[in-house]
């Protein structure tokens, strides 16, 4: 057997509140720990799946850090996504039993691989666990519908400030600081998720630094005054 994949125990995992198994008990906490058989660790940069694969799971991130990616008519990479600790991959692959996009690790990661045939089979034994998995396919709606309004009607600065304002929360709710972000991603991915040029996003970052919004220093960037962030981003509600 591979060694990075290693037995999972769903009770004792500290992001399971983040994860699949929110709102189940222990016994059934014990039956999706027997489904999720193995751990998947990536290296920085290497591929979890790519566009076109048959879809047989779904990865639930332990760790690490992933963006998922669709290849434009010209050739281009369009990021889609960043995806951290306690979120779900694959679900792109439900439809068509393929996956549309790539998942690529953005440093060292680790995954739970959850086979897909086993969460439906788990899903009607337990209407908690089908509710659960209704509400995430309805968060990735309502992101896909966030994008949309980030590409369709917000500035550079104001596209960028809801970036900063997202990773700033969903760090958070993980336990870990909101105000001092390590970007993972590189500026030309945030640009490309963002729909900015790389120039634009460099010079937006310098911006809201003059302005004493953030402090950055390379991949470690400060949040000195989110109000200012959330201004830009909702200015009635501040």
Known sequence: MDPSLIKVACVNCSLRELCLPVGLQEGEL????????????????????????TFAALYAVRFGMFKTRVNTADGRDQVTGFQMAGEILGLDGIGTDHHTCDAVALEDSEVC????????????????????????????????HG??????????????????????????????????????MTREEIGSYLGLKLETVSRTFSKFQ???????????VQILDPQALQHLVNPEQC
Do not use: C
């Not at 720990?33 to 751990?39: D, F, I, N, P, Y």
């Not at 596209?159 to 600081?177: D, H, K, Y």
């Open 113 to 144: 691989v959850i086979p897909f045939d086993q969460v439906a089979d788990l899903s009607r034994t337990f209407p908690v666990m089908q509710l659960h998995f209704h509400k995430m396919m309805s968060r990735e709606i309502v992101r896909d």
């Open 210 to 220: 003059d302005e004493g919004i953030l402090s950055v220093q390379q991949r470690l």
């Open 30 to 53: 014990e039956k999706l720990s027997e489904m999720v058989k193995s751990r998947r660790r990536l290296k920085r940069g290497e591929g979890l799946f790519s566009n076109g694969d």
């Open 147 to 184: 994008v949309m309004l980030l590409l369709g009607s917000m500035r550079a600065e104001e596209r960028l400030a809801a970036f900063l304002l997202n990773i700033s929360q969903r760090l958070r709710a993980r336990g870990f600081s909101s105000s001092e972000l390590v970007l993972r």
